[in-house]
């Protein structure tokens, strides 16, 4: 029999009616044919809570108590799920992630998955169970203790129990129908699409894409798990198809861009008057990535005399306080002039696995922006996106600046 792994997140498990309806949709899948894994989050705000209690408890908490803690939200889940499948007439049992096991590094509250033993799900399977794991957690071999995966974690258990055992397709349910071609409240006309390819909504889930977990993106692209977005709140009997994230031979011809996404999660910073010598850039982001500071957008403008430099690049804007203080205190080898910083920006990108073949298209967004009078302070590329940082009051006209000179409002 096909196999199918579901997710559900948080909102849609958010209390016991709507695990009720969860139950059904697992329902219709069940008598479709399906050998079904489900991967459930913790429900609704129920997190939060927890993480809460520890920090009330302690606020410099031990990072193996905190996962214990909080790894707790999505036991109650996977039991509930399981105890509503039952009443329904389906075999069913919940599984913690140190039952399966799913083997973990040992990076307490950010641990990543190092490998599934599949063999008790293939058991269940045979006895005609539904599996209900609880996601977002796993287990490290070496110290027994239980970890979890970070934020969106869930979505990464859900790609990973599907590779594990040989699922046909990852369905992953929200609180929407699909990945659209931006974000729909920014722009009415944006399009929910039908197929995006791996890299494309890896770019998208990266770049202030809310709809999945990058790292969930990164498994599915490097085991080739075909992953739908889908709504669990269309009624099980008559549910939408969703969007497919699939391979790009898997894709029709398609539009040049695919998607507009934007992060208001940045924060820019500038050094002045740096000394332009060998070993210059290591000096200024060496302490920053020794301080798990990520830099994106970089930009090295060189005086006419080519003595000094000025650096401009973004880090996430809760990192900014930070960051500044540390380049502060590599005054001496950095050697310096000012420096100046903004967090009222962000970051537009533009997708599109059609840009590999057709040029210019980054020049035709520069001109219709600079058309609506929005200054671009900083722009990066890469083979399949294009990003520019620019004043954050500027944002919804940029997007959907950019969402209608790619035809992306057309139906």
Not at 45 to 70: I, Q, R, S
Request: some cysteine; charged content about 25%; aromatic content about 6%.
């Amino acid at each position: 029999m096909a196999r199918l792994v579901m997710k559900f997140g948080g909102t849609s498990v958010a209390n016991v009616e709507r695990i009720r309806n969860v139950a059904a949709h697992v329902a219709r899948e069940v008598a479709a044919g399906y050998e079904v894994a489900v991967v459930v989050s913790a429900m609704s705000g129920k997190t939060n809570e927890l993480v809460a209690w520890v920090k009330d408890a302690a606020p410099l908490y031990d990072e193996a108590e905190y996962d214990a803690v909080v790894a707790s939200g999505e036991l109650v889940t996977a039991g509930l799920l399981a105890i509503a499948l039952r009443k329904a007439g389906i075999p069913a049992r919940s599984w913690q992630g140190w039952q399966i096991p799913i083997l973990t590094s040992d990076a307490h509250g950010s641990a990543r998955i190092e490998g599934i033993d599949g063999a008790r799900l293939d058991a269940g399977f045979k006895r005609g169970e539904v599996a209900v794991i609880a996601g977002f957690q796993g287990i490290h071999d070496a110290t027994g203790r239980v970890t979890t995966l970070g934020r969106g974690g869930s979505d990464t258990s859900a790609v990973a129990v599907a590779a594990a055992i040989g699922a046909e397709r990852c369905d992953i349910y929200t609180d929407v129908d699909g990945v659209y071609t931006t974000d729909p409240r920014v722009v009415p006309k944006a399009r929910r699409m039908e197929r995006v390819t791996f890299e494309e909504m890896l770019e998208m889930a990266s770049l202030g894409a809310k709809v999945l977990q990058v790292r969930s993106v990164e498994l599915a692209m490097v085991h080739r798990v075909p992953t739908t977005v889908r709504s669990s709140f269309d009624p099980p009997d008559n549910a939408r198809p969703g969007t497919l994230i699939c391979d790009e031979d898997e894709t029709m011809e398609q539009q040049i861009i695919t998607g507009i996404a934007f992060s208001k999660d940045e924060a820019q910073i500038t050094l002045r008057g740096v000394k332009d010598s060998p070993g210059i850039a290591a000096a200024i982001f060496g302490p920053l990535a020794d301080a798990n500071i990520n830099v994106d957008m970089i930009i090295q403008t060189v005086s006419g005399d080519q003595s000094k430099t000025d650096m401009t690049f973004t880090v996430p804007s809760a990192d900014y306080d930070r960051a500044r203080q540390i380049l502060k205190s590599q005054d001496g080898a950095i050697e310096f002039a000012q420096i100046e910083g903004a967090t009222d920006v962000v970051k537009v990108s533009a997708i599109g696995v059609g840009m590999r073949s057709h040029a210019g298209v980054a020049a035709k967004a520069f001109r219709a922006l600079a058309e609506k009078g929005i200054n671009i302070r900083a722009i990066t590329t890469s083979e399949i996106k294009f990003s520019v940082l620019i004043d954050a009051a500027y944002t919804e006209l940029a997007v959907r600046t950019l969402h209608s000179l790619y035809g992306l409002d057309q139906a």
